[in-house]
């Protein structure tokens, strides 16, 4: 069986492969009556769209997105959503060349393997072409948390392009003013340098993302097989080279003892839980706190370089692959929105199953 779908209520298929006519996704359970339409989403499009700057894959696609239903005079109608988006730049002679040969780093193997058959195009369904129907479904979920949790606000950053990190405070009013949504304007301007150099050469690099999600209400996620950071995790991982995932203090936590890990809980002078710090990422149990959840993730170096790799053809054949195209130096940076579009994916997901099992109600504190 092939899985395509992710979510429980709120459930997302995505379908279409990189060098297709189109992609797009079919959105079901999204409430009724929430106000929507294409530029809402194309807002979230137009930030993940590649070829916007000398950082990403110079392949230039509007995604421009259509609804095709589920939408009626601007409001949701609480029937399927279906969202495309059309192909319009596909260089599909790039990857002649490998049609027979398996380039290292990639899934084209695992795809042969199991299948059989594979789209040698831009990888097919496994290129990250795919995370911009993922972003229009975010663009979905996000217009319905602003209806149901208005106070809640979704933020992706980057905090590492491959050995080099931020360093000093972050300023996070320079997220969106530079090309790496990265919360430091020197950081910026020492990775862009570093970058450039490494593109020419024909080489890439790994990275790594925090997103933070404030306002978040108390109460989402369950104990055991849907825990919240269970779904985050998951959702996180299925972002195309992504290769670990953290929440909170994350892996840091086993350098940390009992005393310094637990975060203190005190009451506020508006009767609600105080914490002294949040190493749990706002999440205990599987459950919110009502903390910001922080969530990090690790994205492994592109693996289209035009660097020579060692590999064999489908016939057994021992060869060294150059990969050839548009591509982007560090996948990293597209991946911010897409991270915060599954992130808004969850946290409706799990808003509409608390509504469903609980009704709101939660337990008094005072």
Not at 21 to 49: M, S
Not at 337 to 352: F, K, N, Q
Request: aromatic share 6%.
């Amino acid at each position: 069986m092939s899985y395509n779908t992710f979510g429980h209520v709120f459930r997302v298929t995505t379908w279409g492969e990189s060098h297709g006519p189109a992609l797009g996704c079919t959105v079901d359970g999204c409430p009724p009556n929430v106000p929507l339409d294409e530029a809402a989403i194309q807002h979230w499009l137009d930030r993940r769209k590649p070829g916007q700057n000398r950082y990403t894959t110079q392949r230039r696609e509007a995604d421009a997105v259509r609804i095709l239903s589920g939408v009626f005079e601007g409001m949701t109608t609480g029937t399927p959503i279906q969202l495309v988006i059309e192909n319009t730049d596909q260089r599909s002679k790039d990857y002649g060349e490998i049609a027979e040969t398996f380039r290292p780093g990639h899934a084209d193997i695992a795809y042969w393997q199991k299948y059989g058959i594979r789209d040698y195009r831009g990888g097919g369904r496994s290129s990250a072409r795919e995370t911009a129907a993922r972003v229009a479904a975010g663009g979905v979920a996000r217009a319905a948390l602003a209806a149901l949790a208005p106070g809640l606000a979704i933020t992706g950053y980057m905090t590492r392009i491959g050995t080099h990190g931020i360093e000093g405070a972050r300023d996070m009013d320079q997220i969106d003013r530079n090309p790496f949504w990265v919360p430091s304007a020197a950081a910026a301007e020492s990775w862009g340098a570093y970058l450039d150099e490494l593109r020419k050469s024909g080489n890439s690099v790994g990275a790594e993302i925090e997103v933070t999600a404030t306002g978040v209400p108390a109460g989402l996620g369950a104990p055991v097989y849907a825990k919240l950071d269970t779904d985050i995790a998951a959702a996180l991982m299925s972002i195309n080279a992504v290769k670990g995932v953290e929440i909170g203090e994350g892996m840091g936590a086993a350098a940390l003892t009992g005393e310094e890990n637990a975060d203190e809980i005190f009451l506020g002078n508006d009767g609600t839980p105080v914490y002294a710090s949040n190493h749990a990422g706002g999440i205990l149990g599987g459950i919110s706190t009502g903390q910001p959840v922080v969530a990090r993730f690790a994205v492994k170096p592109t693996s289209s370089i035009l660097k020579p790799r060692a590999s064999i053809t489908k016939s057994g054949k021992l060869t060294e692959v150059v990969t050839k195209g548009r591509h982007d130096p560090c996948v990293g940076i597209r991946a911010v929105p897409v991270a915060e579009a599954m992130i808004a994916c969850v946290l409706l997901d799990h808003l509409l199953l608390d509504r469903a099992q609980t009704g709101g109600v939660r337990g008094p504190i005072g």
